[in-house]
């Protein structure tokens, strides 16, 4: 299964990583048009231990795959792969209602 992340909600600590500060990501599964907001160990976990696969898609179409990371404390977090753009593609995303 392949979800489109399609917003992020944040706390408003400061994080030396801005990806940390991501609390929730709004999804939907365009095949069966299922959506949701899960929690970012949530979609973490998911992509790490069930071979889950979710994108973003930039201002024109292009995906780019949404990968697991840890910082050097083991802090779990998602980041995008690299691409063609200095934009962050996560963090890019409209705030989730």
Known sequence: MAI?????????GYHENPNLAITHLGWINEETKE??????????FWIKN?????????V???RV???TAETAHGTQYLKTEADNTVRNNLLSLPECK
């Open 50 to 58: 069930k071979n889950g696969y979710a994108y973003v898609t930039d």
């Open 4 to 12: 489109r992340i399609t917003c992020i909600s944040k706390d408003n």
């Open 35 to 44: 959506s949701g907001k899960s929690t970012r160990l949530e979609i973490y």
């Open 60 to 62: 024109y179409g292009n």
């Open 65 to 67: 795959k949404v990968i």
